[in-house]
C-alpha cells in the first residue's frame, strides 16, 4: 500500500484550525523582521483538515515498523518494548516545561531527579560516581576514555593505546581513535571469549586501558573477568567496560565488583527509553572512586538544608575534563530511565535480566536445529547465530534472511555482527517478549530455513509484503556491514 504525500490532500482554503477573531493586533511581518529574512513568496504549505491529517500520519506510521508494534530482536541494541508511563511522567509540566537556563534555585525537582538517577546507575553498577552528560553511548565511550587520559596524566604517565577485542562494538576503536588514542586489537579465542594468552602479549607500558563488553557481544559472559582484571591492573592500566548493554546483569552482578574502573550505560537500550531513527540517547558513564575528581561538570551535589535537601550545580572543580554536552544531557531521557528503574525497584530489575536471559536461550533452544550456533551454547541475554549452513548450501545470505523476516511481519535482528562470526545473525528477544511471541518468531525462522532449501528463490527476492520491496543491493556484495544505533 503507498501513501501519498500530505500535500495531494490539500485543497484550497481547507483549514486544520479555527480562531474566533483575536484581540491582540499583529504586526506586519515586514515590522518585526528585517527585509532579508522575510520571504519572497508566501510558503506551499499544505491546507487539509486536522481529520486528514491525522489519518495520513496514522497510515504512514502503520507502514513504518516498531516496537510498539511487534517484537525489534536488535542483537546489541535492546530494543524492549516501553512503557508508556515514562512519557507521562517526561510530559507532566514540572519537567517538559523547564527551561536550560532557568535559574537553578527554580529547577530543584529536576537536580533531584538527576542526583537520584546517578545514585541508583552508580548502585546497579557498582560504581562510585556517574555522570549523566554523555548523549549516547558513543559519547558515554568517549567521555570516558578522556577520563582515563586525564587519570594517567595526573599520575605523570604518558599512555597512547588502548585495546579494544575484537568483538566489540565498531563504536570502540571509534571513540579511543577520536580521543587520540592507537588501538590494539585483542583477540577472541575458539570459544568466542577473551583470549587471555593475546591479552597478555598485548600489555604493555603504553596500555592506557582495555575496553571490553561483559557480557560479549555474543553473549557471553566473560568468566575470567576477574584474571583479566587483574592483569590489565597489575599492568598499570585500567579496564573499561561498554556496558550500553546490561541486559544480562541488573540485579545479578556489577561491573564495579569485577574490576572495571569506568563504565557507560545506554539508557536508550537497557533502561528502555525509546531509540532508533537517530536518538535522542543518553549515556552515562559511571567510575571507580579513583576517577571522580574528573568527572564532567557541572556536577549536581546535593547538602542538608534547614528545611531538607538541597540540590546544587557544581562547576568549580579544577580536575575535571570540562563538559561534554551542552546544558545537562538530555534530560527527557533521563526522566524516562528514573521512571522506569522506580517503576520496577531493585527486585523487578532482576526480574528483567532474569527473564531476559531466559527468553534468549528459550528462542536459541528452538533455531539451533536449523542454524549454525559458532560458539557455545550457554548463552545470557543474546545471541549470535551464522547463516553459513543457508549460504553454502542455497546461496541464500545473512542479509536474505534477514529480508524475509520482514515478510512475516518482524523486523530483522542484528546482522553482520560481530565481525568475528561469518554470516552473523545476533538475536536479543529482551525480557518484554511473551512466549507466543518468542514462538511466533522462531516460527518464522524456521520457515525461512525450509524456504532456503526448498525454494531459495523466495527468500533471495524478499521482501514482497512490504511498502518498499527489495532494493537494488548491488551494494551488498561488496560486504555491507549493517548494524544498529
Ligand atoms: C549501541 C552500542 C554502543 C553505542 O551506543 P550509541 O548510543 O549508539 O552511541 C556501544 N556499544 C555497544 C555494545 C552497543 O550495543
Known sequence: MKEKLIFDFSASGRKGYSLSGRDLPMQPAEKLLPAKFLRRQPAALPEVPESEVVRHFIRLSNLNY??????????????????????????????????????????????QLMHELSSMLAEIAGMAAVTLQPAAGAHGELTGILLIKKYHESKGSKRSTLLVVDSAHGTNPASAAIAGYRTVSVKSNAIGRTDLDDLRSKLDGDVAALMLTNPNTIGLFEKEIVEISRMVHENGSLLYMDGANMNALLGIARPGDMGFDVVHYNLHKTFSAPHGGGG??????????????FLPVPVVEKTEGPDGPRYRLVSDRPGSIGRMMNFYGNFSVLVRAYTYIRMLGPDGLRRVSENAIINANYLLSRLTSSYDLPFPKQVLHEFCLSGDRQKKSHGVKTLDIAKRLLDYGFHAPTIYFPLIVSEALMIEPTETESRETLDLFADAMLKIAEEAEQSPETVTGAPVNTPVTRLDEAMASRQLNICCM
Open 66 to 111: 516498531h516496537v510498539d508494534k511487534n517484537m525489534y530482536p536488535l542483537g546489541s541494541c535492546t530494543m524492549k518494548y516501553n512503557p508508556k508511563i515514562n512519557d507521562y511522567t517526561c510530559d507532566l509540566p514540572g519537567f517538559s516545561a523547564l527551561h536550560p537556563l532557568q535559574p537553578e534555585e527554580t529547577a530543584g525537582g529536576a537536580l
Open 280 to 293: 535522542p540517547g543518553s549515556g552515562p558513564v559511571g567510575v571507580s572512586e579513583a576517577l571522580v575528581p
